[in-house]
């Protein structure tokens, strides 16, 4: 199963992106799955992640500024980002939890730069 994570760049404060990861390869049903991010210098952090019934749960840093949701027929997961700030740049990377098998799947990062 691989992982492609698209959607970074390089945007001012209060702007927004929005990242899409695509899951494919021998997928039977993905579980959980989220979206973590790690700045220079700091340890990886989760930044929101959402069931497979479409309940999500946010980090405090992110919370009413970010939205996770995901497309259960297109195995993929999306981050809304809204009101951007410099501490939001980091590379953020995806992941998806395998139902049957409970493997745990992640994707490359796709870099996100805050700054004006």
């Known amino acids: 199963v691989q992982l492609q994570a698209s959607g970074g760049g390089l945007v001012q404060p209060g702007e927004s992106l929005r990242l899409s990861c695509a899951a494919s390869?021998?997928?039977?049903?993905?579980?959980?799955m989220g979206w973590y991010r790690q700045a220079p210098g700091k340890q990886r952090e989760l930044v929101a992640s959402?069931?497979?019934?479409?309940?999500?749960n946010y980090a405090d840093s992110v919370r009413g500024r970010f939205t996770i949701s995901r497309d259960n027929a297109k195995n993929t997961v999306y981050l809304q980002m809204n009101s951007l700030k410099p501490d939001d740049t980091a590379v953020y990377s995806c992941?998806?939890?395998?139902?049957?098998?409970?493997?745990?799947?992640w994707g490359q990062g796709t870099k996100v730069t805050v700054s004006s």
């Open positions: 992941d998806a939890e395998d139902l049957i098998s409970g493997e745990n799947y």
């Open positions: 959402i069931t497979r019934f479409g309940s999500p």
């Open positions: 390869g021998r997928i039977f049903k993905l579980n959980t």
